[in-house]
């Protein structure tokens, strides 16, 4: 479970979410108005780490131009 939200922003969906999930509520998953969370369903955990090294290292930094060490990962342990 996360304990630290290091985002500034308040309507950050990111912040938003680790507040719900530390409160004990699912995060929001819907995808309404974009932004900066996402939540990727999968079938098994192999199909989970493809899709998590694709986002990671290919999708988001291709979609918002930035290095790929820039981004932040919320994961279930």
Request: with cysteine; charged share 30%.
């Amino acid at each position: 479970m996360p304990r630290k939200s290091f985002r500034q922003a308040a309507e950050s969906r990111v912040v938003t979410n680790t507040h719900r999930i530390n409160q004990g509520f699912m995060p929001d998953l819907s995808s309404a108005g974009g932004g900066d969370f996402y939540f990727v369903d999968t079938a098994d955990p192999e199909e989970g780490v493809r899709k998590l090294l694709a986002l990671v290292q290919e999708r988001i930094p291709k979609r918002f131009g930035f290095d790929r060490s820039a981004t932040s990962r919320c994961c279930a342990r």
